[in-house]
Nanobody, 126 residues
């Protein structure tokens, strides 16, 4: 079974950019749809973006659409989330997730998704 490890979080000023990475171990990366969630202090976890196995289908939450890009490199077993024009309200722990299917269970809290990473903290200062 694959394991997920996020990296790339940190402190950035409002208006800045950041690229998060999620590296998956194991040989089955290419059969998983991948995505990102985030959880801000005192709030529920929320969907950010997802990408299909081939990378041909991408979905974004309205709060990040137009400012973020999700993409994957199956040869490197890695999925990325590039975020631009960051806002203080983007401050959160960002979690990578994986599941064989890209369906409605990616919405909401994502509690039925198969794999989760440990998270990486993104802090956007005003």
């Amino acid at each position: 079974q694959a394991q997920l490890v996020e990296s790339g979080g940190g402190l950035v000023q409002a208006g800045g950019s950041l690229r998060l990475s999620c590296a998956a171990s194991g040989r089955t990366f290419h059969i998983y749809a991948m995505g990102w969630f985030r959880q801000a202090p005192g709030k529920d976890r929320e969907f950010v973006a997802s990408i299909s196995r081939s990378g041909g289908i991408k979905n974004y939450a309205g709060s990040v659409k137009g400012r973020s890009t999700i993409f994957r490199d199956n040869a490197k077993n890695t999925v990325y989330l590039e975020m631009n024009s960051l806002k203080p309200e983007d401050t959160a722990v960002y979690y990578c997730a994986a599941d064989p299917d890209l369906g409605p269970h990616w919405r909401g809290l994502g509690e039925y998704l198969e794999l989760w990473g440990q998270g990486t903290l993104v802090t956007v200062s005003s």
